[in-house]
């Protein structure tokens, strides 16, 4: 979402710098610096080392007075950085992309934030009730480059000989592998669908920490070792998407996922979990299904029909397409800051 915005803001008038918490390198860090964009390593923060972060943000706010806005992402620890931000007299924008945890410690944060807040801003109606309850907040929404997602059948046909898939029904995620989006529940229900049709394939966007796990039961259950395709992080999900039949989400929790727009951009029909907002439906192709009956999942699928429509024009009437969404960003920058050349 972060990079779809910086991709078509006017970089003149407002330019994006990001702090992360990894020594790791990120994978849009090379096309950031392209942009004229700069990424600042912050300590990984750990309850223990809490006065040492701290200092560095005091440190790092101290020396870049150009940032005159903060912009914090829930979950992310935003409460400590933006309790430093406003001593340091700089603009604080929260942002929630989540409608709920069940991780105390999480809910605790978010509780915090909403002190430090000077903007609150959420993905979608039901993650601001939660995140900011009575105080007012603005949506939004997680925009895309609606044309880039366009259903092409020739992009279709394209990808599928790629990625060596000839008549199988593909099911596709794009999620990381985090407890949230319920990686395991979604083997689970391939696994559902593969009992009814032996040629399913899944292919799966993403990355994280339950990696190994995943690839473990992968190697372990032979109905699963040949046909599902884990492809990592990638940049060029916009034509992945198009090799896909199905698109899957069964996750725990989510604000208003931008992974379930740029299916139906793709012109693809959704299952997702019914813990997903129903915002997230603005083509009509979504349906939503309870988790834990992975039957269910496989026989609605299979029942249905899931061919391709083109989707464009509903998604732009929607409103998520992101040269609208960037230019409504740019002038509430412009707005708040009172003149122009910041940087947050």
Same mark, same amino acid.
């Given at each position: 979402?972060?990079?779809?915005?910086?991709?078509?803001?006017?970089?003149?008038?407002?330019?994006?710098?990001?702090?992360?918490?990894?020594?790791?390198? *990120?994978?849009? !860090?090379?096309?950031?610096?392209?942009? *004229?964009? $700069? %990424?600042?390593?912050?300590?990984?923060y750990?309850?223990?080392?809490?006065?040492?972060?701290?200092? +560095?943000?005091?440190?790092?706010?101290?020396?870049?007075?150009?940032?005159?806005?903060?912009?914090?992402?829930?979950?992310?620890?935003?409460?400590?950085?933006f309790?430093?931000?406003?001593?340091?007299?700089?603009?604080?924008? @929260?942002?929630?992309?989540?409608?709920?945890?069940?991780?105390?410690?999480?809910?605790?944060?978010?509780?915090?934030?909403?002190?430090?807040?000077?903007?609150?801003?959420?993905?979608?109606? $039901?993650?601001?009730? +939660?995140? /900011?309850?009575?105080?007012?907040?603005?949506?939004?929404?997680?925009?895309?480059?609606?044309?880039?997602?366009?259903?092409?059948?020739?992009?279709?046909?394209?990808?599928?000989?790629?990625?060596?898939?000839?008549?199988?029904?593909?099911?596709?995620?794009?999620?990381?592998?985090?407890?949230?989006?319920?990686?395991? @529940?979604?083997?689970?229900?391939?696994?559902?669908?593969?009992?009814?049709?032996?040629? &399913?394939?899944?292919? +799966?966007? *993403?990355?994280? *920490?339950e990696?190994?796990?995943?690839?473990?039961r992968?190697?372990?259950?032979?109905?699963?070792?040949?046909?599902?395709?884990?492809?990592?992080?990638?940049?060029? %999900?916009?034509?992945?998407?198009?090799?896909m039949?199905?698109?899957?989400?069964?996750?725990?929790? !989510?604000?208003?996922?931008?992974?379930?727009?740029? &299916? $139906? &951009?793709?012109?693809?029909?959704?299952?997702?979990?019914?813990?997903?907002?129903? !915002?997230?439906?603005?083509?009509?192709r979504?349906?939503?299904?309870?988790? &834990?009956?992975h039957?269910? +999942?496989?026989?609605?699928?299979?029942?249905?029909?899931?061919?391709?429509?083109?989707?464009? $024009?509903?998604?732009?009437?929607?409103? /998520?397409?992101?040269?609208?969404?960037?230019?409504?960003?740019?002038?509430?920058?412009?707005?708040?800051?009172?003149?122009? @050349?910041?940087?947050?």
């Open positions: 979402m972060c990079m779809n915005l910086y991709r078509h803001i006017d970089r003149k008038k407002v330019q994006f710098d990001f702090v992360k918490h990894t020594e790791k390198k *990120g994978e849009f !860090e090379d096309e950031i610096a392209s942009l *004229g964009g $700069q %990424v600042f390593v912050a300590p990984h750990k309850l223990y080392n809490i006065i040492s972060y701290r200092a +560095w943000w005091r440190a790092f706010l101290k020396k870049h007075p150009e940032h005159r806005i903060i912009h914090g992402h829930f979950f992310t620890i935003s409460a400590v950085y309790a430093i931000a406003k001593k340091e007299q700089r603009i604080t924008v @929260g942002h929630i992309h989540a409608s709920g945890t069940k991780n105390r410690i999480k809910r605790f944060f978010v509780k915090q934030i909403r002190k430090y807040t000077d903007y609150p801003l959420a993905c979608s109606k $039901q993650a601001g009730e +939660w995140a /900011y309850r009575d105080h007012h907040f603005t949506v939004i929404k997680n925009a895309l480059d609606a044309e880039l997602f366009r259903y092409s059948p020739e992009i279709r046909m394209e990808m599928r000989r790629t990625l060596g898939l000839d008549n199988e029904l593909t099911l596709g995620t794009v999620a990381n592998f985090s407890p949230l989006k319920n990686p395991m @529940g979604l083997i689970d229900i391939f696994l559902s669908v593969k009992q009814q049709c032996q040629n &399913a394939k899944l292919l +799966w966007i *993403g990355d994280g *920490g990696r190994e796990r995943i690839e473990t992968i190697r372990q259950d032979e109905n699963l070792r040949d046909s599902v395709m884990l492809l990592g992080t990638r940049n060029d %999900v916009s034509q992945l998407l198009q090799a039949d199905v698109f899957l989400l069964p996750s725990l929790s !989510e604000g208003l996922p931008v992974s379930v727009i740029e &299916a $139906q &951009a793709s012109g693809l029909k959704c299952y997702i979990s019914d813990r997903v907002t129903n !915002e997230v439906d603005i083509t009509g979504c349906r939503f299904l309870p988790i &834990a009956n039957k269910l +999942w496989a026989n609605t699928i299979l029942a249905d029909n899931i061919s391709h429509v083109d989707t464009y $024009q509903l998604v732009v009437d929607s409103g /998520y397409d992101i040269h609208t969404t960037a230019k409504w960003l740019e002038r509430f920058y412009m707005q708040i800051i009172s003149k122009g @050349g910041v940087r947050f």
